[in-house]
């Protein structure tokens, strides 16, 4: 028996924000929540600062390279500068941050300590051959049918999608970085 699957993808914004608020809901109601973000590194965006707040119900891990500017964006001195070394970082197998992830995610799964697990951004380790898809399935066949799971990430492998209890595919009507706007604090991250 599988675990509950719901899968969040498409190519629209609300991936990982429709994921946090079901991660939300599920640590108000008292259960133990775990978001385990792969290829993200961040260390400033507002989930993470959100996460401190509900006393270990919710936690964030990340697994990717880290902005190294990070500590001024937090603080509010400065502000993302797109200068994408982070995701060059991350695409890197060298790093072992998606090892790093899944190994997480395993344990936790294993441990009986959370009650939901999101895996944010998996997709992404998946279609760029940093988890092996095959590998990813036998382990979700295996795990505890007792966690439930929420997938995020554009490009939903179809093997996932075709698992999961439920499927949402975000779709972008209007975004204003189309106008030059570009991530804003408190609204993108």
Known sequence: MLPRLTVITG??????T????????????GERVLVVQFLKGTGYTGELAAAEHWSGR???????????????IRDGLGECRRCGSCFRANKLPENRFVDQAFE??????????????????VSHAINK???????FLE??????????LVL?????????????????????????????????WGVEY
């Open 104 to 121: 997480a995610v395993v344990q936790a799964a294993e441990s009986k300590e959370w009650d939901l697990l999101v895996l944010d951004e």
């Open 58 to 72: 919710l936690v964030i891990r990340q697994f990717g390279a880290g902005c190294l500017h990070a500590a001024e």
């Open 11 to 16: 190519n629209g914004k609300g991936k990982t």
């Open 129 to 135: 051959g940093l988890l092996d898809q095959a590998r």
């Open 18 to 29: 429709a994921a946090m608020g079901r991660a939300i809901l599920a640590a108000w109601s």
């Open 152 to 184: 995020t990430g554009r490009n939903m492998p179809q093997a996932l999608l075709a698992l999961a209890d439920e499927a949402t595919e975000c779709e972008m009507a209007k975004h204003p970085i189309s106008q030059g706007i570009f991530g804003r």
């Open 139 to 148: 382990w979700l066949h295996t795990a505890l049918p007792t966690v439930r």
